[in-house]
């Protein structure tokens, strides 16, 4: 009778040691995390920093890249933000990860303003951003929501800025009150063909859709042909002459309305 109580006390002590490996067979390791989607323009310290956000965050500049978050109480079809330089008309669809934070990585540019004023908008429907107490009412009452950028903020100016679908924005910085267009291969290098419009004094801006390739261009001030002094690319024809490029090219907006990130295990 003892020896029987003694295997079965004994028995537990067995099981616990084979599971933990004292058996025959090796322990087995643990797998790897899968591979976690993540938007193209994001880098592997900021993809793991927004997708273990547990709640929506105020806003965020890193990488010279906005970060905009939102949660609500149920889950919607998309989430996008607009912004006020784009004239609200572009829709910048948020990704969500497992713990149902949306959130959006948004490309700064050399020519953003140093204030972004955005909107949100959930299922069509356009709100304010509850993470960003930074608001105010424009002229129709209307919530804006802005972010002021830190001087440190936007990358540097290397020629036109690239947008959607072969959009390229010129833009020039010199005296106020001056007349300045582009010339290039895009316009028979036609000084009269593509005007820049004074956006504020001194700065001077135009956007232009061009076919992917090489765009050869060069400012015209006044009477005065001029290279683009924030392009460093330059070059010259057979006459020699002057001017600077820029590979365009025809990036397509996301349309991926979701992403499923899932944070890798502590270990």
Same mark, same amino acid.
């Given at each position: 009778?003892?020896?029987?109580v003694l295997c079965?006390?004994?028995?537990?002590?067995?099981l616990f %040691? %084979?599971?933990?490996?004292?058996?025959?067979?090796?322990?087995?390791?643990a797998l790897?995390?899968?591979?976690?989607? %993540?938007?193209?323009?994001?880098?592997?310290?900021?993809?793991?920093?927004?997708?273990?956000?547990?709640?929506?965050?105020?806003?965020?500049?890193?990488?010279?890249?906005?970060?905009?978050?939102?949660?609500?109480?149920?889950r919607?079809?998309?989430?996008?933000?607009a912004?006020?330089?784009?004239?609200?008309?572009?829709?910048?669809?948020?990704?969500?990860?497992?713990?149902?934070?949306?959130?959006?990585?948004?490309?700064?540019t050399?020519?953003?303003?140093?204030?972004l004023?955005?909107?949100l908008?959930?299922?069509?429907?356009?709100?304010g951003d509850?993470?960003?107490?930074?608001?105010?009412?424009?002229?129709?009452?209307?919530v804006?929501n802005?972010?002021?950028?830190?001087?440190n903020?936007l990358?540097p100016?290397?020629?036109?800025v690239?947008?959607?679908?072969?959009?390229?924005?010129?833009?020039?910085?010199g005296?106020?009150?001056?007349?300045?267009s582009?010339?290039?291969n895009?316009?028979?290098?036609d000084?009269?063909a593509?005007?820049?419009?004074?956006?504020?004094p001194g700065?001077y801006?135009?956007?232009?859709?061009?076919?992917?390739?090489t765009?050869?261009?060069?400012f015209?001030v006044?009477?005065?042909?001029?290279l683009?002094?924030?392009?460093g690319?330059?070059?010259h024809? %057979?006459?020699g002459?002057?001017?600077?490029?820029f590979?365009?090219?025809?990036?397509?907006?996301?349309?991926?309305?979701?992403?499923t990130?899932?944070?890798?295990?502590?270990h």
């Open positions: 009778m003892k020896f029987l079965l006390l004994l028995q537990p002590l067995a %040691a %084979a599971e933990e490996g004292g058996g025959d067979e090796a322990p087995k390791k790897p995390p899968p591979a976690t989607p %993540a938007p193209e323009n994001i880098n592997t310290y900021l993809h793991l920093k927004v997708i273990a956000l547990k709640k929506a965050v105020a806003p965020f500049v890193e990488d010279r890249k906005l970060v905009l978050t939102w949660q609500g109480e149920f919607p079809r998309y989430v996008a933000a912004f006020q330089h784009e004239n609200f008309n572009q829709k910048h669809v948020f990704w969500r990860n497992e713990n149902g934070v949306y959130f959006l990585v948004y490309d700064l050399p020519d953003s303003p140093s204030t004023q955005y909107r908008i959930v299922d069509g429907l356009w709100q509850p993470a960003n107490p930074d608001a105010f009412r424009n002229d129709q009452g209307i804006i802005q972010v002021k950028l830190g001087s903020a990358p100016h290397d020629g036109p690239q947008g959607y679908y072969g959009e390229l924005s010129f833009s020039y910085h005296k106020a009150g001056q007349q300045v582009v010339v290039g895009f316009n028979q290098w000084p009269f593509s005007y820049l419009e004074e956006v504020s700065e801006r135009l956007s232009l859709t061009l076919p992917p390739g765009v050869l261009y060069r015209v006044g009477t005065k042909n001029i683009d002094p924030g392009n690319h330059t070059g024809d %057979a006459q002459g002057l001017f600077s490029f590979d365009n090219k025809s990036v397509v907006p996301t349309t991926v309305l979701e992403a990130a899932t944070p890798a295990a502590a």
